[in-house]
């Protein structure tokens, strides 16, 4: 039963680029979170969407962030206009049910140049 | 509001010798998990062990196991017969039961094991 997975591992942008993010979830799960881990820090919780609705981002940046989890395929991280601070460990995150401890996948290090 | 604190950055121990990681968090709420996590330099996310806060027997994993004082809000984590490979970032987390939605980490502990 395959994990959580997520792609890429590494991601490179140049700042102004755009950077996607991409979450499959567990076989079954249908409740997938995004966290970010900035250098020397823990992590911390950024969106939790279901299949085709967002229901909580309040710890996503108001700008230039985006989620979607669409009725088909995997969820996407957006950044639009990256910078030098949004450099970070992107991990993602899976559960069954809603309110249940979730399942971590390997998460993407996204690098800006 | 949930907070996780972790207050030693960094830790070293001698090769099989034991360590113990601290950990203390802040709840009103009196249903919640608790949980280590290890991070090694891959930086993968993998879970240590996992407390359910009703039960009071702590929790043990083989080497590791937790000292549970949910009076004092207390979490730490025991390593025995230290490892090369268990030379990590370690990190606390909190988890709400039935209501939460989200982990709360704290900032994490380097440990280092010395051969």
């Not at chain 2, 009703?54 to 025991?78: D, G, M, P």
Request: glycine share 6%; proline share 5%; charged share 20%.
């Amino acid at each position: 039963n395959a994990g959580v997975m997520q792609n890429p591992r590494h991601l490179v942008r140049r700042r102004g680029q755009e950077a996607r993010l991409r979450c499959s979830p567990m076989k079954g799960h249908s409740h997938v979170y995004w966290y970010r881990q900035l250098p020397e820090e823990g992590l911390k919780f950024m969106v939790y969407l279901q299949k085709e609705n967002i229901i909580d981002e309040s710890g996503m940046p108001k700008e230039r962030f985006s989620a979607e989890f669409p009725k088909e395929g995997p969820s996407i991280l957006r950044i639009q206009q990256v910078v030098r601070g949004d450099s970070a460990a992107y991990f993602c995150a899976s559960s069954p049910l809603g309110y249940q401890p979730q399942h971590f996948g390997d998460g993407t290090r996204l690098s800006i140049l | 509001a949930q907070t996780v604190t972790q207050s030693q950055p960094e830790m070293s121990v001698q090769e099989a010798e034991t360590v113990t990681l601290s950990c203390t968090y802040d709840t009103s709420e009196s249903n919640y998990y608790l949980f280590w996590y290890k991070q090694p330099p891959s930086r993968q996310m993998i879970l240590v062990i996992r407390q359910e806060a009703y039960k009071q027997q702590n929790a043990t994993e083989n080497r590791f196991s937790v000292n549970f004082q949910k009076a004092a809000k207390s979490f730490s984590l025991k390593i025995s017969d230290s490892q090369l490979g268990d030379t990590a970032m370690y990190f606390c987390a909190f988890f709400l039961s039935n209501t939460g939605n989200q982990f709360y980490f704290g900032t994490g502990t380097s440990l280092t094991v010395i051969p």
